[in-house]
């Protein structure tokens, strides 16, 4: 590679894991009916058997379904345990490895209930009939009680379903952060912890008020749980949570162990029950550039020992080794996901699994056993036994389909932005890659901001590399994966520093001769979509752009998403800080400076970047004469999960970058 005109510089260039694209054809959207998630690994106590769960398509009745199975350790033996018509998920062994418990509506179950499947044989019994679902549930150390979380029921349910329909009920809203996609409007029925006897299915309350609880987890000796709540004056208006610990009993009285005002989360008890980990969180203001730590508390409180704090990268998954004297983790680090372990003693961080692909899901057993998911450019997510520094596969769901598919090859590029840092990216070349050719060059960018692109495979990146694409993914300034000042460089001024990014990436794969300039296309999701209007309003290069739940006149957006808290913290309030609001909300404003033709996607009832947003958008531009068309997913969340219309936005993508960037056929 060559010098690069101005800042832009190569820094580095290399080859992923991709496989060469040796199958039959090229990616197609209806892949999608074709590909597994497997996800929850979890092993049995004795460390011979792991339960997962493998999600499928079925087309003909247009939605997902989840069952639970098991494979042997050593890979031997596969089977599946469920197969009914609703999904089954989130397995957990008990103690004695004689039930796996998971969660499931099915039958007509009311929510998410907790069934019991008795490896001995037989049918799964049905254990819990909570109205208001179960949303977590672990087994106490001895096998005779589980935990349980489950939401308030709604009084309304009880009503015969045709006198709820004749006479709904006007929402009553009085809570500050009062909407949430997915869940809709907020009321005051909040998320508490139960205990329920396996023999007899008694069930009693443990904890109550006006506030929420999450993860509760069993002490070792069973008498204990934790536990992660938010318990200010008004939670609502504080980006805070703590650790609490609580006697399994009816009536006990809760004690906080953290006193962080930002975030704390994911307790894990040390194996001999003196000590709890968990990840701490930022400052509470900068909610959206949020990275975590790895922090250790006595479990009868005191200060906490932060031991990651000389990493500056997230941490995540933290798992205790069974002799207790290191945690495992995982950490985000430039396009990839890592497994390391870090010492009790001194702090010290030990990469145990390398490599270009990104690695969750980590589950150890007892013995020390230890099972990951884990997914290449390549290759989606399967299940591996973590030996050593190495894996071994033990699922093979999606063997059959990538043996015939040609994928593209994914490399790791770098090169200098304007201010003279390095900016790390993926680039997809199309199967077949003749080297002196200039081809079309679509720029795909992530949403979050905080998140990353990385080696993991990529449905949406395959897909357009089939076509004859280059397809470019750019971690901006604002990504995880680079550390805290990375992120928050953005702090209330979005749209500016990612945005040059984004452009020198392109011009980058440009001045390396691989990339035709006069055909170049762009689009993302959320905060992808959020910089797609950025960027269409910062440049004309671009002909061709697709924009899915993203928005532009911020302003709107106050009182209509779910972004309360980090709109007031960040921008301030719009009445008192208007010029922040009118700098952040350009796209809006200088739309008549939008020339590229663009398409605009969202969910009905996305709370999360309202559709309101794209409709602006589509507005402004049809309202102008430039080419553009809206569409509306019905029923949708922020996450599209349809899968006929899953196929469709995939589609889509493709038909709108071929009218306006296919000159030949690929």
Known sequence: MRLIVGSILLCH????????????????ATDIYRLRDVTDPRISPEGEWIAYTVTTVDSTKDKSDSDVWMVKWDGSRTLRLTSSPESEASPRWSPDGRYLSFVSGRYESKGGQVWLLDRAGGEAVRLTEFKGGVADHEWSPDGTRLAILSHDPDPEDAKPDSLKSKNPKPLVIDRYHFKEDGDGYLDRRRDHIYIIDVASKKVVQVTTGDFDESSPRWSPDGKRLAFVSSRGADPDRENNSDLFVIDAAAGATARQLTTWTGPDRSPVWSPDGTQIAYLQ?????????????????????????????????????????????????????????????????????????????????????PGGRTVARSATAARPMELFALEGHALRALTHVNDSLFTVLQLGTTEDISFKNKDGFTVGALLVK?????????????????????????????????????????VLAVNYRGSSGRGQAWKKSIFADWGNKEVQDLLAGVDFVIASGIADPNRLGLGGWSYGGILTDYTIATTTRFKAATSG??????????????????????????????????????????????????????????????????????????????????????????????????????????????????????
């Open 13 to 28: 260039v290399a080859l992923s894991g991709a496989l060469p694209a040796q199958g039959t054809r090229p990616v197609r």
């Open 281 to 365: 969180g930022s400052e509470p203001q900068i909610s959206a550039y949020n990275q975590e730590q790895l922090a250790v508390i006595a479990s009868t409180g005191g200060t906490p020992r932060l031991l990651t704090t000389a990493l500056d990268r997230d941490v995540s998954d933290p798992t205790w080794t069974p002799d207790g004297k290191s945690i495992t983790v995982l950490v985000p680090d430039d396009r990839v996901v890592y497994v390391a372990s870090v010492s009790l003693a001194d702090g010290q961080i030990t990469k145990t699994l390398e490599g270009r692909r990104v690695v969750t899901g980590i589950d150890v057993a």
């Open 430 to 470: 199309p199967a077949g890659f003749v080297a002196g050719t200039k081809y079309p060059l679509i720029l795909r960018i992530h949403g979050g901001p905080n998140g990353q692109d990385a080696h993991q495979f990529s449905l949406e990146r395959e897909l357009l590399a089939a076509q004859g694409y280059l």
């Open 549 to 666: 739940a993203g928005s532009a006149l911020q302003s709107t957006m106050y009182g209509s998403d779910q972004y309360i808290y980090q709109y007031e913290k960040e921008l301030g309030a719009p009445w008192q800080n208007p010029k922040a609001w009118e700098k952040v909300s350009y796209p809006f404003w200088h739309a008549d400076r939008i020339k590229t033709p663009t398409l605009f996607l969202g969910g009905e009832k996305d709370f999360n970047v309202p559709i309101a947003g794209s409709e602006q958008m589509y507005q402004a531009l049809k309202s102008q004469g430039i080419d553009t068309q809206l569409i509306v997913y019905p029923g949708q969340f922020h996450g599209i999960t349809r899968p006929s219309f899953v196929r469709d936005r995939l589609e889509r993508y493709v038909g709108w970058y071929d009218k306006y960037l296919r000159t030949t056929t690929p």
